[in-house]
T-cell receptor, first 115, second 115 residues
């Protein structure tokens, strides 16, 4: 069975600071995808960043980057220069490398950015 | 390019009533997914369509739930004889037929409240 664990239910950060959200997962597959999704309050879920397990290079999207440690099955998200608009629930998700398979989500981390 | 849309956005019903939700995926996407998200939790997979074929169903999808995608475009999710435990956000996602990248894009969800 595949599982995703986010051990930080809530986090807070000041504007312009850097914050790291943790995620660990378990899978018996060797090839898979990992995702971070953002769900702002009362708004729809949007993709933040995606990582293919076979790629050693960590994915980066502007202020968002990941630290992917395949052996440790760890996939943390770093948000640099935090902005008020980053306030949201963040979900880590795992999917097998096979089209049409379901995403397995963690329970999420609520991030609050304050001025 | 319009995103995934869902209707209605909110539905309040009495226990025992039937409800139906609609999802319109991104136009060129042939894969469509339904998830359920309860308060404070990550989304959980319900079912998956490729074109009009329902290819996978979670054990969460009890006999009271049925989903269709009759022409391979929009999809409906019906819940019969609703129970209070059905109260949740029902999310729809769609993905492109291009390769295994298969990134899922989510709609805004339908929030169901069963009284």
């Amino acid at each position: 069975a595949q599982t995703v664990t986010q051990s930080q239910p809530e986090m807070s950060v000041q504007e312009a600071e850097t914050v790291t959200l943790s995620c660990t997962y378990d899978t018996s597959e060797n090839n898979y995808y990992l995702f971070w999704y953002k769900q702002p309050p009362s708004r729809q879920m949007i993709l933040v960043i995606r990582q293919e397990a076979y790629k050693q290079q960590n994915a980066t999207e502007n202020r968002f980057s990941v630290n992917f440690q395949k052996a440790a099955k760890s996939f943390s998200l770093k948000i640099s220069d935090s902005q008020l608009g980053d306030t949201a629930m963040y979900f880590c998700a795992l999917r097998q490398n096979q089209a049409g398979t379901a995403l397995i989500f963690g329970k999420g981390t609520t991030l609050s950015v304050s001025s | 390019d319009t995103g995934v849309s869902q209707n209605p956005r909110h539905k309040i019903t009495k226990r025992g009533q039937n409800v139906t939700f609609r999802c319109d995926p991104i136009s060129e996407h042939n894969r469509l997914y339904w998830y359920r998200q309860t308060l404070g939790q990550g989304p959980e997979f319900l079912t998956y369509f490729q074109n009009e074929a329902q290819l996978e169903k979670s054990r969460l999808l009890s006999d009271r739930f049925s989903a269709e995608r009759p022409k391979g475009s929009f999809s409906t999710l019906e819940i019969q004889r609703t129970e209070q435990g059905d109260s949740a956000m029902y999310l729809c996602a769609s993905s492109s037929p291009m390769g295994t990248e298969d990134t899922q894009y989510f709609g805004p969800g339908t929030r169901l409240t069963v009284l």
